[in-house]
């Protein structure tokens, strides 16, 4: 239980706001239109695909759900969506098939 | 490249979301139940869930709140899961920089990561499209998102639902991140970058604050950057 007067916890979610927002408004809202430099644009490009991977990759591999062992079944799972994912390029079906074969995988194996 | 109207943009930008929106919701639920449990009122909640509106970051706050920590450990830990956002504000500004100051706010406000994932691949699609278009796709996607994220949170402050372990919510959120990305695997820049994220992740994940997250992530843009200085990127 959180034992914090009130006041303090709206004092946290003022703070998260601003700062949350702060973060998120930075380069978009600060620059305007001003153009970036080639080699910034250049790393840019690749956000994606270096913080969404960093950031599940210790959930995929050591799940809270499982106390950090890494599971089969959920590694079976994330293999099929990056597969589909990959070949398909269609992300709807991807995270379907991979849903589907952790729901399946889990039943039989489970 | 044809005129493409931004209302049809944003309906374009709306429909590219729905699959996410609805995977999100458990998650705004998942808040709801636990942060009522952990001892906040209905309106402390949803102060959290509208004021804060960034579920991972929100998670934490909470369980550092339950724990005991110091205020200045909650905010710093956080804002430090927040951070991510910076990276993608920056990779956003070329392409709504311009856009209206409105707009711009919104977006600021809307900044999850289906959003900018969802323009991420938007405007690989289409690089050559205008400002109001990329920014009319861009508040489509966040529309079908903020209410269902609002609304699902209050459900699950409301009822105290209990969510069946069976479903394995934890599981979710990755399937759906690597959904995502797996589609924008579409050259060895990108390949390379996305194994240098993972590998740098996996090594740094004891760092505190979630911090192996930027750790990992500013070398993955390095590798891509310079794989397509050398023609690798595409």
Redo the contacts between chains.
Sequence with gaps: ????P?S??????????V???A???????L??????AP?M?????????????????????????TAGTPDPI?LA??AV??????L?????G??VA??AA?YTL?AILG | MSIVRPKSAYFRGFVASLPFTIMASPFGLLFGVVATEAGLNLLQVMGFTVVVIAGAAQFTAVQLMVDGAPTLVVLISALAVNLRMMMYSAALQPHLGAAPLWQRVTAAYTMFDQTYALAQANHDAAPEASVAYKAAFYLGAATPLVPVWILSTWLGAGLGAQIPEAWALDFAMPIMFLAMIAPALRSLAHVAAAVTAVSLALIFAFLPFNLGLMVAALPAMAVGAELERRGYGR
């Excluded at chain 1, 239980?1 to 914090?4: C, G, L, N, V, Y």
């Excluded at chain 1, 303090?8 to 706001?17: N, Y």
Aim: glycine letters at 8%; proline letters at 4%; zero cysteines.
């Design positions: 239980m959180i034992a914090m009130a303090e916890v709206w004092m946290i979610i003022a703070a998260l706001g700062g949350t927002f973060i998120r408004f930075s380069f978009l809202g620059l305007g239109d001003q153009r970036l080699w644009l250049r790393h840019l490009r690749y956000t994606a695909v270096a913080v969404l991977p960093a950031l599940i990759a210790p959930l995929i591999l050591w799940p809270e759900a959920r799972a994330a969506t990056l597969a589909v994912g990959y398909t390029k269609n992300a709807v991807s995270m991979g849903f952790f889990a």
